[in-house]
C-alpha cells in the first residue's frame, strides 16, 4: 500500500470561507460532484457529507475512471491512496482524502452514472 500524507489544519473560523471553497472545488470540479448544502455533495449519486467532525472516517463514490480521477487529485494536492491488495485483486484500491480528513474509496462504475433523484 502507498499512502503519502498532507498535514492538515485543525479547524479555525477565520478560515472557513476558505475550506468551505476548498470542499466546493475537491467535490464539484475534481470528483464531478454537486453540491447541495453546506457541506453537503452528491458525487455518482451517492450523498457525501463533509467536514472535520468527519475527519477519520470513511466514505464510498463511484466513479468512472477512479485512476483519472485520483491523477487529478493528487495533480492538485491531495493526499491518494494506492492498495493494490497484495496482488490480490486486478484493480488497486484507490481512495483519497478531501480538504478535511474524511477518506473516499473510489468504486468503479459500471458505465454512465445516474443523477441522484427524489422519489
Do not use: K
Not at 81 to 109: E, H, N, T, W
Amino acid at each position: 500500500m502507498l499512502v503519502v500524507t498532507n498535514s492538515l489544519a485543525e479547524p479555525n473560523e477565520a478560515h472557513w470561507d476558505e475550506e468551505d471553497e476548498a470542499a466546493r472545488l475537491f467535490y464539484c470540479e475534481l470528483l464531478d460532484g454537486r453540491e447541495i448544502g453546506p457541506g453537503r455533495f452528491v458525487i455518482g449519486g451517492v450523498l457525501i457529507e463533509t467536514g472535520h467532525e468527519r475527519r477519520g472516517q470513511t466514505a464510498r463514490a463511484p466513479v468512472e475512471h477512479p485512476e483519472e480521477v485520483a491523477a487529478r487529485c493528487w495533480n492538485a494536492g491531495y493526499t491518494v491512496v494506492v492498495d493494490d491488495m497484495g496482488g490480490a485483486s486486478p484493480a488497486a484500491a484507490i481512495a483519497v482524502l478531501d480538504p478535511f480528513g474524511l477518506r473516499i474509496d473510489f468504486q468503479r462504475s459500471e458505465g454512465p452514472l445516474r443523477p441522484l433523484t427524489r422519489r
